[in-house]
C-alpha cells in the first residue's frame, strides 16, 4: 500500500525524498534526509544502496539475539 503511494506521489512530480517525507511514521527523518542529499547530489543510487547496507546488517543483528 505505502509503496503504491510513493510511487504515484513520485509520478505526480515529487521527488522520492517527498513522498518518503510524507510516511514520516515509515521512514524517519535520517533516511529521508539522506535520499534528499544524494537527490541534490546525483548519487541517490549510491545512497539507496548504502541505507540498504545499514538496514540489512540491523536485520542480521537483530536475527543473531
Given at each position: ?20 517525507a510524507e510516511f514520516a511514521d515509515v521512514f ?31 536485520a542480521v543483528r537483530g536475527l543473531e539475539r
Amino acid at each position: 500500500r505505502i509503496v503504491g503511494e510513493i510511487l504515484a506521489r513520485v509520478q505526480e512530480g515529487r521527488s522520492l525524498s517527498q513522498a518518503l517525507a510524507e510516511f514520516a511514521d515509515v521512514f524517519p527523518p535520517l533516511y529521508v534526509n539522506m535520499i534528499r542529499a544524494g537527490e541534490v547530489g546525483g548519487v541517490v543510487d549510491t545512497v539507496l544502496e548504502q541505507l540498504a547496507h545499514v538496514l540489512r546488517a540491523r536485520a542480521v543483528r537483530g536475527l543473531e539475539r
